[in-house]
């Protein structure tokens, strides 16, 4: 049995693009179309049209609803998380409440580790990568446990390889997906009734690797470059469905990290490894 063909309350940030946007219209297909979603990112223009392609190409039916937030900024995060559920209506209509955590950032990947001495420019990164998503997840679940405690609650967080694979010049990255993954794991042991998940989507063709081409470290920025005509350079739709796929078999263990390549069969290793 489908664990998505319900009437779902989603929420699904980093939604106007790339793999947050692709995840927005995969789920938009699996939903029962009595549900309401809300995408968040930073530009309303680039959610609009998220919005117009599940409209057109899923079901002009489905409630989406486009919320403009800057995620490194506190006071904008504090009123959407203050604000979100403001206007969903009835909490009881839906049967499932699934939150994405996408919106992420590279960071500074033109200095060394040893060369990030901008205490402001640190705490804004992990603001935005840690400190949004943990306070997001806190008034999901509080907003739901008081007005539908019954309520099947599922939290998925994107990943990266570079939690146990790091890559010079990616040191904020990495460091900010480690501490997002563990704190997931620790939620997981505390909420039973909550279904969490830690999804690596691989490597992926969105503006993050395109990015990594001008990284100031030769190994990184080549083997960003290579990754072009790659087999298992995937595109957010393939990745997209993958996770879909995942979360409507809902086989995983709740806290668990699962990787777009394992459920793909793909092996990696050895572009990886190289140079």
Known sequence: MSMLKLPTLGIISGASR?????????????VDPASTFYL?????????????????????????RCVSIDMSDERSVSGFNKSIFSNVGDISRFSHAVLVHNAGSIGNIDK???ELHDISAIQNYFFF?????????SAFLQHLANNHSKLRKTVVQIT???????????????????????????MALEEPDVKILSYDPGLVNTDLYTGLQS????????LAK???GQPFFLSPQQSAETLCNVLEEDKYE??????????????VGAFLNQG
């Open 18 to 30: 790339g793999i947050g946007r692709a995840i927005a219209i995969e789920l938009a297909k699996k």
């Open 129 to 137: 990568n840690m400190t949004a998503p943990i306070t997001l997840t």
């Open 112 to 114: 060394k580790a040893r």
């Open 160 to 186: 990266s390889l570079s939690v146990t694979a790091p890559q010079k010049s990616m040191h904020l990255y990495c460091t900010g997906k480690a501490g997002r993954e563990i704190f997931f794991r620790v």
């Open 40 to 64: 968040t990112a930073r530009s309303m223009e680039s959610l609009e049209e998220t919005a117009h392609v599940i409209k057109r190409d899923v079901d002009k039916k489905l409630d989406i």
């Open 254 to 267: 709740s806290g668990s990290i699962v990787r777009a390549y394992e459920v793909m069969n793909i092996d």
């Open 215 to 222: 990284s100031t470290d030769t190994e990184m920025r080549m």
């Open 226 to 228: 290579n990754l072009s």
